[in-house]
């Protein structure tokens, strides 16, 4: 008797290997990553708990990551990806000095959910006194932030938003200071630096580049 069609389906689907999408999977770890972020703060992340919050088998995750450390790098990778991607969505283009605001003030977490996010910046500058790994992945981060403050500063000075005396490189690198010790304030003190009071010192620093 010959098998009808349904039975050969399902001998092909037993020895068939299915095709896993692992980027997908991927997202799913860190959308799993940033609610317990949102919720229990750093100290809730393990490879078990986001499998568990992703609904995935404790395996799985570890197939991805091997602890904690490489989930907060996964983080911090993708929450550079996607400020990079929001900012080059911004029109620069005869838009006076108010997409440049706005694309530093991207760089600063001003909202709790931002803030809270924000704080796998610092477990992750503290553990790269100790850690190789980390402190090489911090510092590519690191390096790829100041590379974009220089184009913004780039395409300032194309509009001249920027007085020709201005060194880039050098303002570049106090631009990113500037970013980095607001980010921290408004981590740390939020209520001493609103987001209005964010935005407000970023355009002074911006307009005295024009000088």
């Not at 490189?169 to 408004?186: F, P, R």
Request: with cysteine.
């Amino acid at each position: 008797m010959e098998a009808g069609p349904s039975l050969v389906f399902q001998d092909l689907e037993a020895v068939v290997p299915k095709i896993v999408d692992h980027e997908a999977r991927r997202e799913l770890i860190a959308e799993a990553l940033w609610r317990i972020v949102d919720r229990e703060g750093i100290g809730g992340v393990s490879v078990r708990s986001v499998a568990a919050e992703a609904g995935f088998p404790r395996a799985t995750a570890a197939y991805y990551f091997d602890n904690q450390a490489e989930l907060l790098l996964m983080a911090i990778r993708q929450s550079v990806e996607r400020s990079e991607s929001r900012i080059k969505r911004e029109n620069f283009e005869d838009g006076g000095l108010d997409p440049f605001v706005k694309a530093v003030v991207e760089l600063i977490p001003t909202t709790p959910k931002r803030r809270r996010q924000s704080t796998i910046w610092l477990e992750v500058i503290v553990r790269a006194s100790q850690d190789d790994t980390v402190r090489s992945h911090l510092a590519d981060w690191d390096a790829i932030v100041r590379a974009g403050v220089l184009e913004l500063l780039v395409k300032m000075k194309a509009q001249k938003l920027v007085a020709r005396s201005r060194d880039l490189e050098v303002e570049a690198d106090l631009l990113h200071a500037v970013i980095d010790g607001m980010a921290l304030h408004a981590m740390t003190e939020p209520r001493t630096i609103p987001p209005s009071r964010v935005r407000e010192l970023v355009r002074c620093h911006l307009e005295r580049l024009a000088k």
